[in-house]
């Protein structure tokens, strides 16, 4: 079979992690790395992964994650935030900084944020918090991947309540910023304890059509 297809076999949502296997910092420099080469909408990265190790850290937010077992038995938790909208707007300095990377000059800097300024207008009738959450779960996706490659479970979690967690990470992890992002997602990483079941899917005839 093709690897990455393999790879894909090989990733499921597990559920419980083997707490005495931890990655290592060189597999988990991969995952992290996959996250951050991921493609989003006008290159502007809305993203910030908080990569818990600890384990009482992970034991404090438990609670929050409505308890779910991945959480305290996982290797790394990572909690994957995203860009307030506030920051999407012409004047906040941050579409300056992020188009400014690859702008000629300051006068195509404002062709990029008039462009920008235009699409949200068009396609999102200003959703940008959602619009934002949707290229880290972009990230997301790739992370899980690159750790399927390496034969690394995972598991994305939706399942947390976003405001006590907001409440326990201001609590007990310094680095969330939470002026500045949102919580998108949470996915495990780890090594699996039970072998998962079989894969549910629909047939490709039903989810999707080759018009010629
Ligand atoms: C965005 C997202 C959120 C999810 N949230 C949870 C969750 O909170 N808890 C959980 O056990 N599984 C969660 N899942 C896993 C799905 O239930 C799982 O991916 C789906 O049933 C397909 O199974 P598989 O991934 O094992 O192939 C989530 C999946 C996604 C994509």
């Known amino acids: 079979m093709n690897e990455f297809l393999k ?7 597990c559920k419980l992690f083997d707490e005495k296997r931890k990655i290592s910092k060189k597999d988990f420099g991969v995952i992290l790395e996959a996250g951050r080469l991921s493609p989003s ?3 502007l990265e809305p993203w910030y992964f908080l990569v818990i190790e600890s ?8 609670g929050a994650i409505l308890n779910q077992p991945q959480v305290a038995t996982c290797s790394h938790l990572v909690i ?7 920051f999407f707007k012409k004047k906040s300095g941050y579409l300056d ?3 400014g990377r690859s702008a000629k000059d300051i006068k195509d800097i404002e062709v990029q944020k008039s462009e920008f300024e235009g699409f949200l207008h068009n396609n999102l009738e200003a ?12 990230a997301g996706a790739n992370m899980m991947s690159a750790a399927a490659f390496l034969s690394i479970d995972s ?19 310094p680095e969330f910023d939470k002026k500045s992002y949102k919580i998108a997602l949470i996915i495990a990483f780890g090594y699996r304890v039970n072998e998962p079941e079989e894969k549910i ?12």
Request: proline content about 1%; charged content about 30%; glycine content about 2%.
């Open 7 to 13: 790879a894909m076999q090989f990733r499921h949502a």
């Open 41 to 43: 909408s006008f290159g």
């Open 55 to 62: 384990d009482k850290v992970k034991k404090a937010l438990k």
């Open 80 to 86: 994957l935030l995203s860009r307030k909208a506030k």
């Open 97 to 99: 900084k992020m188009f």
């Open 127 to 138: 959703d940008t918090t959602n619009w934002a959450k949707m290229q880290v779960y972009i």
């Open 155 to 173: 598991c994305p979690i939706e399942g947390f309540d976003a405001k006590e967690l907001k409440k326990s990470l201001a609590k007990n992890v």
């Open 201 to 212: 899917r629909c047939s490709i005839e039903e989810i999707a059509a080759f018009v010629k």
